[in-house]
């Protein structure tokens, strides 16, 4: 149908884009799965993808960036990962798409780090050092990769760049233990729009690659890469539960006590 509809009569087919990312996946072969459909379809301020390993949450930001760039002019959009590799490698699927559609608005600058459009707007790589990056401002849209390693210090200090545009931020990435704001924003609040994708959900993963990768890896280890489980650390006494309780007074010390020897 979009075939026809681009032939027939192509400021139909734009204006269904601009109003649908969905209906941009097609046109890079991506057949999304109905959590992608829903994150692309969205829009929630705050978005949080816990997702697994593999679950194609990199392709869906890459896509969302290129759809805010097209039809959003004069937009900033900035991709930020603990490391500049990693942000590279997230640019590579905004590339991807952008590419794959054929470039529908012509490039200006077009390298391994940005994107410049004649629209006037950007998508930039960033790497994940606070001192490089505090110079952006008017940021309609942040995707921060691999967030539960991108430190507290490097996050607070870019939530402000989305305070005058009012611009959305998407965050994503698997656990990474019980601390810092990536595990405080799924503890609760209603800032955030939260969506969890396990490995078992995920149609292209069959259960004997899952059953070999956790006699591999172990339980713990497997638990966070493929089921989105935020896991104490392997050498802790005690559990976060167990020590929350400690400031319970209806839990008595010894009941505490029996279950750090159990």
Not at 65 to 80: E, R, T
Not at 107 to 112: C, G, L, S
Request: charged share 25%; glycine share 4%; with cysteine.
């Amino acid at each position: 149908m979009a075939d026809t509809l681009e032939a027939t009569n192509p400021l139909a087919l734009d204006l269904a884009r601009a109003l649908d990312p969905v209906t941009l996946a097609s046109k890079i072969g991506l057949e999304p799965e109905p959590w992608q459909e829903l994150v692309l379809r969205s829009r929630y301020p705050r978005v949080l993808l816990n997702c697994h390993r593999q679950a194609g949450k990199s392709t869906i930001a890459g896509l969302l960036a290129v759809h805010v760039a097209l039809y959003q002019p004069g937009s900033l959009i900035l991709l930020l990962s603990p490391a500049q590799r990693q942000s590279q490698e997230l640019f590579k699927k905004a590339i991807h798409a952008y590419r794959a559609l054929g470039r529908p608005v012509p490039p200006e600058t077009e390298n391994r780090l940005a994107l410049e459009l004649e629209n006037g707007s950007r998508i930039v790589s960033l790497p994940g050092q606070e001192a490089t990056v505090r110079s952006f401002s008017n940021v309609r849209l942040l995707v921060v990769d691999e967030a539960a390693r991108v430190p507290d210090e490097l996050y607070f200090s870019v939530r402000p760049m989305l305070a005058v545009s009012k611009g959305r931020l998407v965050a994503m990435s698997t656990p990474f233990g019980r601390r810092g704001w990536w595990y405080d924003a799924h503890r609760g609040g209603a800032e955030f729009e939260r969506y969890e994708v396990k490995a078992t959900d995920c149609p292209r993963i069959s259960q004997a690659f899952l059953e070999e990768e956790k006699a591999t890896m172990g339980d713990w280890w497997w638990r966070q890469e493929y089921m989105c489980e935020f896991m104490d650390a392997a050498t802790s006494a005690f559990t976060v539960e167990d020590i929350e309780k400690a400031f319970d007074s209806e839990v008595k010390p010894w009941d505490l006590l029996s279950a750090a020897w159990m």
